[in-house]
């Protein structure tokens, strides 16, 4: 069996509007150290994040306390809306009500599945039988787990969407989908 622990970065500063460089707060600061309390005693075997910085800094901790070093895949990053939206809500809900619907310049969360899914599955063949841990984002996050549960749509990205950290843990045969669970921090 090999165990993905994803986990969703830690609380960010939306007054910075680019996307790859958005820090953490100082309560995201002290959620990346709950990340590495929670997940340093379950044998990770290898550590994958976004490149963003707020996935990178969510997991740092946990990196430098099991001495591993944070692979970074560009394919697990965030949706790209296009440009900022200050109607989020609103903007959500299109996207969730068609998988299809994406801003000029930006990606539908078709778009987002495929690729983090394309990834995943990568991921799933190359560590047959390890614990890994991704860190990603909530969006994404979201997506995956629509792949393996269809009716995981707007209330359930909803239910998950100001969790800032979250894990969750996913256990698979093969690249088949056999449990999930939220980890309490």
Not at 13 to 34: F, M, N, Q, W
Not at 133 to 151: E, F, Q, R, W
Request: net charge negative; aromatic share 8%; glycine share 4%.
């Amino acid at each position: 069996m090999t165990v993905i622990y994803f986990v969703r970065h830690a609380k960010v500063d939306h007054s910075v509007k680019e996307e790859a460089i958005r820090p953490l707060t100082e309560e995201g600061l002290k959620g990346a150290l709950k990340v590495k309390e929670v997940l340093k005693d379950k044998s990770i075997d290898v550590i994958y994040s976004s490149p963003y910085d707020r996935t990178l800094d969510t997991i740092g901790p946990l990196a430098q306390a099991l001495d591993q070093e944070i692979h970074p895949i560009s394919d697990l990053r965030e949706r790209c809306i296009g440009r900022w939206v200050e109607d989020f809500d609103g903007f959500c809900k299109n996207q969730w009500d068609d998988f299809d619907y994406k801003l000029e310049k930006g990606e539908s969360l078709n778009e987002v599945q495929t690729r983090n899914i394309a990834v995943l599955k990568e991921l799933l063949d190359r560590h047959k039988d390890q614990v890994l841990v991704v860190s990603t984002h909530g969006t994404a996050l979201a997506t995956i787990i629509n792949y393996y549960d269809t009716s995981f749509l707007l209330e359930g990205f909803e239910s998950i969407r100001h969790k800032m950290p979250l894990i969750m843990r996913f256990d698979f045969d093969g690249d088949k989908l056999l449990s999930r669970k939220e980890i309490s921090l």
